[in-house]
């Protein structure tokens, strides 16, 4: 069954470095996401993306965090000058618009602690 | 923004019994979705809901979309030990938009 597939699945950075998380959608998805789950807390929304372009965003995705199609596999979350607080599990996500609606299967994450 | 209460927080039952868990929302969704989150992994889809008044059932679980379009419920019938995880519910609107989770659902299942 196609997944979506998220790496690294764990990533250890200091603070103020950049970081970048990458992802492959299912092959034949058109929207892509990101989301963030801090440990022990709900998943949150972070960016929406399709026809290469960002569609929504929340208002935790501020001027640090950019996404990226670079090319027709890959989807990839920038956070440019980690935080602290930017600790937390990264998921990717992907869906199709189907004659029902829309469904987001998610990736496996990519843990990024922060010290 | 957009918020989804989902109840109960956590719930500790025996193999067997059934459960129940809803969300609800004072915004209207156009499409419920149902995930399981184990531990360090990402939300794997259960079930999705795309009409008000749908009733879907996967296997032992049951989720309804509210006429209201305001909430879901899900009911998993004869709980098992691997039942056991957390449960959130999703609701979006709109194709490449947001989705809004709920707080999850933290089930235990005594064998």
């Known amino acids: 069954e196609p997944e979506v597939t998220q790496t690294p699945s764990h990533q250890v950075t200091q603070m103020g470095q950049e970081v970048i998380l990458r992802c492959v959608p299912i092959s034949n998805h058109l929207y892509f996401y990101w989301y963030r789950q801090i440990l022990g807390q709900k998943v949150e929304f972070l960016v929406s993306?399709?026809?290469?372009?960002?569609?929504?965003k929340s208002e935790i995705f501020d001027d640090q965090f950019s996404v990226e199609r670079p090319d027709g596999s890959n989807f990839t979350l920038k956070i440019r000058s980690t935080k602290l607080e930017d600790s937390a599990m990264y998921f990717c996500?992907?869906?199709?618009?189907?004659?029902?609606?829309?469904?987001?299967?998610f990736g496996e994450g990519s843990w990024l602690t922060v010290v | 923004g957009q918020q989804l209460n989902q109840s109960p927080q956590s719930m500790f039952i025996q193999e067997g019994e059934d459960v129940s868990m809803n969300c609800t929302s004072s915004s209207i969704f156009n499409t419920w979705l149902w995930y399981k989150q184990d531990p360090g992994e990402g939300p794997v889809l259960l079930i999705a809901?795309?009409?008000?008044?749908e009733l879907t059932s996967n296997g032992r679980l049951t989720a309804q979309f509210g006429i209201t379009r305001k909430d879901s419920f899900l009911n998993i019938s004869a709980s098992i030990p691997s039942d056991v995880g957390i449960y959130f519910c999703a609701g979006l609107n709109t194709n490449a938009g947001k989705s809004t989770f709920g707080d999850g659902t933290t089930l235990t299942v005594k064998p």
């Open positions: 993306f399709y026809n290469n372009e960002i569609s929504e």
């Open positions: 809901l795309y009409k008000a008044g």
């Open positions: 996500a992907s869906s199709v618009e189907g004659s029902s609606g829309n469904t987001i299967y």
